[in-house]
């Protein structure tokens, strides 16, 4: 065996990865080309007026993507970072939205969650879309206040008295351009009750992105 050979042999072991979709041997990131291909060939984008605010999807939440998510949130595989990021990204292109000047705010989770999870997902998409737009991030504007349980587990009866003053908005969102970021969208119960209190604090102009929508979305 040639050295160079040996080299690359032991660079295939130091690095070895699974592909978490597939578990074909891929080199990066924990998802080979082909499931990566799948779900960026097949964006769906969407747009809709909705809670006093233009909500904008990037895909449907399914399929490669759907796992790709799960992962992401429940199984502490955050190198999918990059796939949310990348999948906001191609939605701001695609619809041409000026977010300049915006400051963007990732879905606050609670403390106990955080510390459960160790990180907030959306918090890891709005650092590198900050990058990437070179814009402000903050993690300070919202706070969730109140724990609730996994909202995809109720009715959307449920989920409304749950969703509830489960969150604080601070009041310097006054007058910025706030951009709020999500993983999904369901039935919109989140991100209804986030935008009645940022529209509250009469922000300059207010605009959300969520990097898919669930077939569960009546709108
Ligand atoms: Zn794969």
Request: a positive charge.
């Amino acid at each position: 065996m040639k050295f160079t050979e040996f080299c690359s042999k032991i660079l295939d072991l130091l690095y070895y990865r699974k592909c978490y979709i597939c578990s074909k041997k891929c080199m990066d990131m924990f998802l080979c080309e082909d499931c990566r291909e799948k779900i960026f060939s097949n964006l769906k984008f969407h747009e809709v007026k909705k809670f006093g605010t233009t909500i904008y999807c990037g895909a449907a939440y399914e399929n490669e993507l759907l796992k790709v998510i799960r992962g992401f949130k429940y199984h502490k595989k955050s190198d999918f970072r990059k796939i949310l990021s990348d999948i906001i990204i191609k939605t701001v292109e695609n619809y041409n939205i000026n977010i300049e000047d915006f400051v963007i705010c990732p879905v606050p989770i609670h403390e106990k969650r955080f510390k459960k999870r160790k990180y907030n997902h959306m918090e890891l998409v709005a650092e590198d879309l900050a990058k990437h737009f070179n814009i402000e991030l903050k993690t300070d504007l919202l706070k969730r206040i109140k724990d609730t349980v996994p909202l995809y587990k109720l009715s959307i009866t449920e989920r409304k008295t749950m969703i509830k003053g489960a969150f604080e908005v601070s009041k310097e969102i006054k007058a910025k351009k706030i951009l709020l970021i999500d993983d999904i969208l369901t039935t919109g119960t989140t991100i209804e009750e986030l935008s009645r209190l940022i529209l509250s604090e009469e922000p300059q102009k207010y605009i959300v992105i969520t990097a898919s929508r669930s077939n569960k979305c009546n709108f």
